[in-house]
């Protein structure tokens, strides 16, 4: 009788710890018709055209680190590993400008799962990936360490602070995409450990989109797709684009590459030589009818 209400006991607790442990927001995904569907769970919130996940800094012990806010996912049923790419540097609310900054701050973030960290600022992480979950399953949940810090070590101003990403999954060896990349969307870092941003704040920060440049996967397939069907010489036959040191790129057997990074257009190897910038991205979409 005891050893029943012991194990009764143990699947309550363990019931309220598992539900505790799914975290806010629950940044959820599925994958359905050959893309990556996000906010399933409907814990996102509207940021211009964009989804906005808030990740509240609230603990008073860590107030500066939280690691309870869960990544799900379900009908992933290709395996491989998922993870995301971060499609901006960090940004910085400021209450005195009403807008968004890109730089002149100190503040740095740190990304951790699976001893894997990314670090993301003003200056540096755009293009960076990490690791979410290796899949065994069509469904999971991981929980992702986010912490803040000046990038002296010392303790971040309160306030609201941003970075754009992305999630998409490959396989095992990391070559091939197994699942596209997902539209970019937000996480926004609330931080009131000294009582002086709080959730009013937090909403008028809300309500102004940054201006960012943020890549559109399926546009540049779309792009490439039509610099196979108008240069055949240069690009001989279908490839599945790919991501080399940075690039989204797809390469062919002639050797000859085609990519872009950071809004730029990029060809290298075979006849066409050395790493050499083409240009803008839009330029390309213009003539391409995109």
């Not at 995904?29 to 919130?45: L, M, T």
């Not at 970075?163 to 997902?182: A, Q, R, T």
């Not at 940054?210 to 397939?221: A, G, H, I, S, W």
Request: with cysteine; hydrophobic share 40%.
């Amino acid at each position: 009788m005891i050893k029943r209400i012991l194990v009764g006991l143990f699947i309550f607790f363990y019931s309220i710890v598992a539900m505790a442990h799914e975290g806010e927001p629950n940044i959820g995904f599925a994958w359905r018709n050959d893309k990556i569907e996000i906010d399933i769970r409907q814990q996102g919130k509207l940021l211009g055209d964009y989804t906005a996940f808030v990740i509240s800094f609230a603990d008073a012990l860590t107030p500066y680190r939280m690691g309870d806010s869960a990544f799900t996912g379900i009908d992933f049923d290709q395996g491989g590993i998922l993870g995301y790419q971060v499609e901006s540097t960090l940004l910085k609310w400021s209450s005195e400008q009403s807008q968004w900054l890109r730089d002149g701050f100190s503040e740095q973030l740190a990304i951790s799962r699976l001893s894997n960290v990314t670090i993301v600022s003003e200056k540096q992480g755009k293009g960076l990936q990490g690791v979410i979950e290796k899949l065994t399953s069509g469904s999971f949940e991981a929980h992702t360490v986010f912490h803040i810090q000046k990038t002296d070590g010392t303790v971040p101003e309160d306030g609201a602070y941003m970075v754009f990403i992305n999630v998409l999954g490959v396989d095992d060896s990391g070559e091939h995409i197994l699942y596209k990349p997902s539209e970019p969307f937000a996480l926004i870092f609330h931080i009131n450990a000294q009582k002086s941003f709080d959730s009013l704040a937090l909403s008028q920060a809300m309500k102004v989109v940054p201006k960012v440049e943020l890549n559109d996967y399926n546009r540049m397939d779309a792009l490439f797709d039509w610099a196979e069907s108008q240069y055949s010489q240069l690009f001989p036959h279908a490839a599945e684009s790919r991501f080399i040191s940075g690039h989204y790129a797809r390469c062919y057997d002639n050797f000859a590459c085609v990519g872009s990074k950071d809004g730029n257009i990029y060809t290298v190897g075979g006849v066409l030589g050395d790493l050499t910038s083409q240009g803008s991205i839009g330029v390309f979409y213009n003539a391409a009818g995109l």
